[in-house]
């Protein structure tokens, strides 16, 4: 048998452990072939869906589980969504800030965010994980970026008791150069990613109520992220990526929304660039092979881990042990909790995603490129 060229080598092991984590990391690594490798290519087999954003699409500022599927699908099928603008598209070029602000107002409680949804799993069960893989992601051409007056909403935003009066801007999103001018003399360079991907909700989850209803099943706000998703607002999901998310109702559920053209860590004004999304490409994939407790997302390079609470340190916290325990629990390079814990010390890149959300967000990203193949 010829011998393998290292560069081979070490593609045939990179790919082995994207497989590791999308099983959870509970299994031994095992070859794949060429087609597989990429993890935006979809499985075989699944039908193509389209699910326009409409008003009976749509829903404002809620996670409600009751609310009737716009879509039911098979595991492994491709569904090209359509997204809106913020509070039920009505944010557009020419809004004023004060009208932003009685929209804000007009749904107490609730996020500004429109999702479109839910989307109905076949033979998605409470306990299973929901993957999800962005094929694709084409938004619509305008943006805006806006912070609410902090004289009005004084928790806000990370200067909100410096930034007394509200502020927007939009934009044109020129896709041939992928970029948005600021202003004169300053471009954005364009990376859209969903601000919000939601699998139905968790009951257990803390956040309060529609109405203040004490029923679990009662409808969630679209502001907090949490271990079904949501608001996580990672600017690493971009096209091409995949996220694991644990599933707790029949369906899974499957939202998405809020869409973003660019957005920095922390998101720190309140707002990304906002954006809509004329079709994000997923493929839906029910895992009945592993258990999460938080999301998890894989990219190219990295394997990202995810921590949300109202406290930073506690959402860190969350964060950090989701990435020792992912670690810890691959078989391709046996790693005690201790080398875990260790390991991330060194090549951890924990991040701050969000601090806007009430819950804020951390996501560590674990490098690939540590895992090196063997002689």
């Known amino acids: 048998m010829a011998r393998l060229k290292p560069k081979t080598r070490f593609v045939g092991v990179l790919a082995a452990l994207s497989l590791v984590f999308a099983a959870g990391l509970y299994a031994v690594a095992q070859q794949m072939d060429e087609s597989k490798r990429d993890r935006a290519v979809p499985v075989g087999g699944g039908k ?13 500022g809620w996670l409600d589980p009751k609310e009737p599927p716009k879509l039911v699908v098979n595991s492994g099928d491709v569904v090209a969504v359509e997204t809106m603008m913020h509070s039920h598209n009505k944010i557009q070029p020419g809004t004023t800030i004060d009208e932003i602000v009685a929209l804000r107002k007009a749904n107490p409680g609730g996020g500004p965010h429109s999702l479109t949804g839910p989307i109905y799993v076949n033979g998605a069960e409470p306990g299973d994980v ?26 806000i935003g990370a200067l909100a008791s410096e930034m007394p009066d509200g502020f927007v801007r939009y934009f044109y999103l020129d896709w041939e150069k992928r970029q948005a001018e600021f202003k004169p003399g300053i471009v954005v360079d364009l990376q859209p990613f969903p601000g919000t991907l939601a699998v139905g909700i968790d009951p257990k989850d803390p956040s309060p109520r529609k109405g203040g209803a004490t029923d679990p099943l009662a409808p969630v706000s679209t502001l907090r992220p949490w271990k079904n998703g949501s608001n996580m607002d990672i600017n690493e999901l971009q096209e091409g990526t995949t996220i694991l998310i644990p599933i707790f109702l029949k369906g899974g559920l499957v939202w998405t929304g809020d869409s973003h053209c660019r957005q920095g860590n922390g998101e720190v004004n309140l707002t990304a660039l906002e954006c809509s999304y004329r079709e994000i490409v997923m493929q839906l994939v029910v895992r009945k092979d592993m258990k999460l407790d938080w999301p998890r997302i894989e ?6 881990t995810t921590g949300f609470d109202e406290d930073l340190n506690k959402a860190m916290v969350n964060a950090v042990r989701e990435a020792v325990d992912m670690l810890a629990a691959q078989k391709a390079v046996p790693l005690t909790r201790y080398e875990a814990y260790s390991l991330v010390s060194m090549v951890g890149d924990c991040r701050v995603s ?13 490098p690939k490129s540590i895992f090196i193949p063997k002689s």
Request: glycine share 6%; net charge positive; hydrophobic share 40%.
């Open 48 to 60: 193509y869906h389209v699910l326009p954003a409409t008003l009976e699409t749509t829903q404002w």
């Open 299 to 304: 990219s190219r390079t990295h394997w990202i």
């Open 130 to 155: 929901m993957e999800i893989r962005i094929l694709k992601i084409v938004p619509k051409a305008f943006g805006t970026n806006f912070n609410l007056p902090g004289k009005e909403f004084p928790t």
């Open 354 to 366: 969000q601090v806007v959300d009430v819950r804020k967000g951390v996501h560590c990203m674990i």
